[in-house]
């Protein structure tokens, strides 16, 4: 008999974490008002150590997990590639092993995209400390940053797990890239394959920004060197995707100049704000749709740069 097609499928890199890996699975399997029936778990082991034992576990609490290593250690692009290869799913969504959903990820998700829209993205929680997504977030700032595809030419606008997305057939993310390969790859499916996202403003996902020795986004704010590769990275994606209208070729001068702000506070020995990328993107959306604001903005930028950012919301 014919097995039935998953509705969406959860693709799962993984590398050497299998405990925050358990913990990324358990929240898929929280997922409430969902069957699990309808999802599947793709867990790609990067050429990490064994988690079998692991996605045993998972199976057991009823999750459907396909699960595929790596020889050798390829990258976060392509292990999130070899995971849209075997995925079956209408839709799609992305979870770092170290994230994970809250309860209602999946549903809000899903229920976002009976609008007609080819992907959504939800709000996200951001912490500095491991949470259980069972339990009320109290401490956390809230990334919520409205979409516009024109201001995605400028800065990438969410993090990689709030979006579930239709399975594309064909668009896969860059495997080049050492990070920000999520900001190529929403572009390429919005320009190249007319991907159409729509935003959902309502908390469903845990970004744990939690210090890791081998992350780049994680040594953007205190290393000058790390800072520098990371802005050529925009560049170069910013001259893979050239701006399509006037707008966003100004306002890529400002994402750059917030860029400068961090390298020039490292310079001084001056840490920056730890969240100086989303203040920064917060005051640039505003300013995107508020053409008055437009002219304070370059202070903005240094205000949110050295943490005088005022507006920040936290979970309650």
């Excluded at 506070?265 to 995107?288: R, V």
């Excluded at 053409?291 to 949110?304: K, M, N, S």
Aim: charged share 20%; proline share 7%; aromatic share 8%.
């Amino acid at each position: 008999m014919k097995r039935m097609l998953p509705l969406v499928s959860v693709i799962v890199p993984t590398l050497n974490r299998p405990i925050e890996l358990g913990q990324a699975l358990a929240s898929v399997a929280a997922q409430q008002d969902v069957d699990l029936a309808e999802v599947e778990v793709v867990v790609i082991n990067d050429g990490g150590t064994s988690v079998e034992s692991v996605i045993a576990t998972a199976r057991d609490w009823g999750l459907p997990v396909v699960a595929m290593t790596h020889p050798r250690r390829c990258g976060l692009p392509s292990a999130r590639n070899t995971g849209l290869d075997l995925s079956r799913g209408r839709y799609v969504a992305f979870l770092d092993d170290d994230d994970v959903f809250l309860p209602r990820h999946l549903v809000t998700a899903l229920a976002g995209l009976e609008s007609g829209a080819d992907g959504v993205a939800t709000t996200c929680l951001v912490t500095d400390h491991r949470i259980d997504p069972d339990r009320p977030v109290r401490e956390a700032v809230v990334w919520d940053v409205g979409f516009d595809p024109l201001l995605l030419e400028v800065c990438n606008l969410f993090p990689v797990h709030t979006a579930v997305f239709r399975r594309p057939a064909t668009a896969r993310l860059h495997p080049g890239l050492p990070a920000i390969e999520d900001w190529d790859f929403w572009l390429r499916l919005t320009r190249e394959h007319g991907y159409r996202f729509s935003r959902i403003h309502q908390p469903t996902v845990v970004y744990h920004r939690v210090p890791q020795a081998d992350s780049m986004i994680g040594a953007v704010a205190e290393e000058a060197p790390a800072m520098a590769e990371f802005s050529a990275l925009v560049r170069r994606i910013w001259f893979q995707w050239p701006p399509t209208t006037a707008r966003s070729a100004r306002f890529r001068l400002y994402s750059g100049i917030m860029y400068w702000k961090v390298l020039g506070a490292l310079a001084t020995g001056a840490p920056p704000n730890p969240h100086y990328y989303l203040h920064s993107i917060q005051a640039i959306e505003h300013a995107w749709h508020e053409p008055q604001a437009e002219a304070d903005l370059v202070d903005q930028l240094a205000r949110t740069v050295r943490g005088e950012h005022a507006g920040d919301r936290h979970a309650a």
